[in-house]
């Protein structure tokens, strides 16, 4: 069964940088497009970041552009996050995600904690 496990998370200060990953499985992920997506209390899951399924197209909201890079590795089946910069608002549970036919699949999420 499709699998996604993402690692990485933890406490950050602002300004600082914290790289995530997913382990994806039981699907064809070179084959496949893929999403960070990320949810805070009170707030709506965003979508964080999108690439291609050789990686040479990316797409992010203005909210991370230039300071999020999602990258993935399709000989490990494994999407990265590299996170720069990052700010108070950034703090969320950050989820990879993966659209297949029919279906719509998520990991249960890695915690990012921005504070001071």
């Known amino acids: 069964q499709v699998q996604l496990v993402e690692s990485g998370g933890g406490l950050v200060q602002p300004g600082g940088s914290l790289r995530l990953s997913c382990a994806a499985s039981?699907?064809?992920?070179?084959?496949?497009?893929m999403y960070w997506y990320r949810k805070a209390p009170g707030k709506r899951r965003e979508w964080v970041a999108g690439i291609s399924e050789i990686g040479d197209t990316t797409n992010y909201p203005d909210s991370v552009k230039g300071r999020f890079l999602i990258s993935r590795n399709n000989a490990k089946n494994t999407l990265y996050l590299q996170m720069n910069s990052l700010k108070l608002e950034d703090s969320a549970l950050y989820y990879c995600?993966?659209?297949?036919?029919?279906?719509?699949?998520w990991g249960q999420g890695t915690q990012v904690t921005v504070s001071s």
């Open positions: 039981g699907f064809s992920f070179s084959r496949s497009q």
């Open positions: 995600n993966v659209l297949l036919v029919g279906d719509d699949y």
